[in-house]
């Protein structure tokens, strides 16, 4: 089993951005394929970025290609979002997860979840 810590949310005004981070603990973090899914209120969880354990394949949801990326430092046990040219839409709480499974494509099933960390976009 894996734990994930998020860090690196807050508040920020459009156009700005930020880079969320989750560090892992426990067994081998560069066995797991990691991805990012954020949930806005009233609203249900989605897929946001993933990446292979390689970290030689990447997948994004298609509301942030081009302004989000995904990396991860199997060195350091964590995994990144940098999120930039950020829009009041991508208010939510992000969460990190992880995975044995093979990953795909953005609809690969994640096991293990952390606890979230808040992204607010003023306008």
């Known amino acids: 089993q894996v734990q994930l810590v998020e860090s690196g949310g807050g508040l920020v005004q459009a156009g700005g951005s930020l880079r969320l981070s989750c560090a892992a603990s426990?067994?081998?973090?560069?066995?797991?394929?990691m991805g990012w899914f954020r949930q806005a209120p009233g609203k249900e969880r989605e897929f946001v970025a993933a990446?292979?354990?390689?970290?030689?394949?990447?997948f994004y949801a298609d509301s942030v290609k081009g302004r989000f990326t995904i990396s991860r430092d199997n060195a350091k046990n964590t995994v990144y979002l940098q999120m930039n040219s950020l829009k009041p839409e991508d208010t939510a709480v992000y969460y990190c997860a992880a995975t044995l499974r093979p990953l795909i494509g953005t609809m690969t099933p994640f096991d293990y979840w952390g606890q979230g960390t808040q992204v607010t976009v003023s306008s």
């Open positions: 990446i292979r354990w390689g970290g030689s394949s990447t």
């Open positions: 426990g067994r081998t973090f560069s066995n797991y394929a």
